[in-house]
């Protein structure tokens, strides 16, 4: 059940008392309004029992806010040594609910750390990311091995244009290698918008907080580097017709373009996402007949 206030001290006190000056190599930007938290938080449930995995919680607003709507358990990973002492007072206000790990959640094997707790099933993600790592983060959760993922939820905070990256449709200028992935196994939808105004200190740009559920069933059945590797082909040149923007992966690029039921003088960019998955497997039958050569997608 939720809870109406925390025993715990204003943030901003947090922050003077452990002396938590914001790093800008961190990528903090600090959220200090838990009535702003309890919302993000809120949009990240249902938090009624839930076991929620949080990515840089930071002096700890949005952790607050997951247990005061009711997570039962919150495991965090946090990069800064120097706020491990106030999530730990936080552990105390909330005795048996919140885990702390001290590492780079680009690096952790997610499985793993959870496995650690006792954690066997899925868990929702929340988090309000650094925006260099965010990215990075996504992609990470994106081409996971196993699928279904461990995740059962993200709700992440992300500069706008990133967000509206993920939900964008063919034809517009936001459209691209990561709303083919995002949208091929997982269900993007924007929230809502968080003023800059609400970070300490404000960043130059404006956030949406984000939310994506796995498919259990990606929109088309296609090896994930196959994907990549069109993908990657394709938006290297968005603007070309396919059938140069796709030389790169076939000597017959036109062949392998009709054998996928398209048209050579389509633009990369118009193209959908099971239209995408249809070079994808075409090119995957050329490669086996020998006729491209196999190549992994560029980073
Ligand atoms: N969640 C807090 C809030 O909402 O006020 C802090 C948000 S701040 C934008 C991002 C946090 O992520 C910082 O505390 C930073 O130290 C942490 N961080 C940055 N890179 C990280 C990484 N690779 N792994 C884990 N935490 C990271």
């Known amino acids: 059940m939720p809870e109406l206030a925390d025993p715990l001290p204003p943030l901003r006190d947090v922050i003077a008392a452990h002396d938590l000056a914001a790093k ?42 997951l247990l005061m709507e009711g997570a039962s358990r919150v495991i965090a990973i946090e990069r800064d040594a120097r706020c491990l002492p106030a999530l730990a007072e936080i552990a105390d206000a909330y005795p048996g609910r919140l885990e702390i790990a001290s590492g780079d959640a680009l690096k952790i094997d997610e499985r793993e750390l959870l496995r650690m707790q006792n954690i066997n099933g899925a868990v929702r993600v929340a988090a309000n990311l650094p925006y260099n790592v965010g990215s990075a983060l996504l992609v990470k959760w994106l081409t996971a091995d196993s699928w279904p993922p461990f995740w059962q939820s993200l709700t992440l905070m992300f500069q706008r244009e990133v967000a509206e990256r993920l939900v964008a449709v063919p034809g517009t200028k936001a459209y691209g290698r990561l709303s083919v992935l995002a949208q091929w196994r997982a269900s993007p939808r924007l929230l809502f918008d968080v003023d800059a105004r609400a970070f300490t200190p404000p960043p130059k740009i ?15 059945l296609v090896e994930l580097g196959d994907l990549e590797a069109v993908t990657a082909a394709a938006f290297g040149h968005r603007r070309k017709m396919l059938r140069q923007s796709l030389k790169s992966l076939a000597p017959d690029a036109e062949a392998l373009i009709r054998s996928a039921g398209l048209d050579p003088t389509e633009r990369p960019e118009r193209l959908s996402v099971q239209q995408f998955g249809a070079l994808a497997r075409a ?11 196999c190549k992994s997608p560029p980073k």
Not at 206 to 220: A, Q
Not at 283 to 293: D, K, L, Q, S, Y
């Open 206 to 220: 404006t956030s949406t907080l984000v939310r994506l559920e796995p498919l259990m069933v990606p929109v088309v």
């Open 24 to 65: 800008k190599s961190l990528g903090q930007n600090f959220l200090l309004d838990l009535n702003l938290t309890r919302r993000i938080a809120r949009a990240a449930g249902p938090l009624d029992g839930a076991t929620i995995y949080e990515v840089g919680p930071g002096p700890g607003g949005l952790t607050r806010a």
């Open 283 to 293: 090119w995957r039958i050329m490669v086996e007949a020998g006729e491209a050569p």
